[in-house]
């Protein structure tokens, strides 16, 4: 389930690999069916400012959304998931069979704190990755690579369980590589020994990118995270 337009095999990619040959996989977007204006009104950060994700539409172009909005829709989408619904426009592949999720897996690393559930088991990265970050590497200096400058505040909030506290660079996954390269540099000049893409966006292609730019420190990808949950969780 990811809050843009789906499918995105480049979000689910990492965790599609871990899953068993039998399992059926199904994608859906908040904002599947939509035009950019339609998911500006609905979607759009408003301009007082409030928390915000980044996301991509089925055109390639990003967008940024409104956190609050976009837990709305996700929870509207969950609802519909879990009873099997395939309208047109849903977005699901698989359309039309029956039967509703059996899991739901949130594509986004966003704090999404009221989502609920009625029988679905959901999986929400957010916590699954702070959790997995502090059992790996807790005690170790950390870098975290963020989407977006205006998100960085919140991420602070979000690891405050890490220690010692992590340090922020922000570079989009939907943008030129180069500047992932230069973050995830300038956290490891601070003296990270590790660092963490937050963000479903960033895919194995970031990290092989960082490989090859000469970041020898282990990178850790959200989705290759979830995945490493989520496979053994259905065998």
Do not use: N
């Not at 994608?27 to 950019?36: F, I, S, T, Y």
């Not at 502090?134 to 405050?160: D, F, M, N």
Request: some cysteine.
């Amino acid at each position: 389930m990811t809050i843009g337009q789906a499918p995105r095999p480049d979000l689910s990619e990492a965790i599609e690999a871990t899953l068993p040959p039998d399992v059926r996989v199904r994608h859906a977007g908040v904002l599947d069916g939509l035009e950019r204006a339609e998911v500006q009104r609905r979607f759009g950060v408003p301009a007082g400012g409030s928390a915000t994700l980044i996301s991509r539409l089925a055109d390639g172009e990003a967008v940024t959304l409104d956190a609050g909005a976009v837990a709305e829709g996700l929870q509207r989408l969950i609802a519909r998931l879990e009873a099997g619904a395939g309208e047109e426009g849903m977005g699901l592949d698989g359309a039309g069979e029956s039967g509703g999720a059996d899991v739901i897996v949130v594509l986004c690393t966003g704090e999404f704190p009221g989502l609920r559930a009625r029988r679905a088991r959901l999986i929400e990265p957010d916590a699954l990755v702070t959790a997995y970050v502090s059992t790996l590497l807790g005690g170790s200096p950390v870098g975290v690579v963020v989407p977006l400058p205006e998100q960085v505040a919140e991420a602070r909030e979000k690891w405050r369980g890490l220690t010692p506290a992590p340090e922020f660079a922000t570079a989009s996954p939907y943008g030129d590589e180069s500047r992932l390269v230069e973050a995830a540099r300038a956290l490891v000049d601070g003296g990270a020994r590790a660092v963490v893409l937050d963000c479903m966006g960033y895919a194995d292609r970031h990290r092989l990118a960082l490989r090859r730019a000469g970041v020898t420190v282990p990178v850790l990808t959200s989705g290759a995270m979830v995945g490493a949950w989520t496979g053994p969780l259905l065998r």
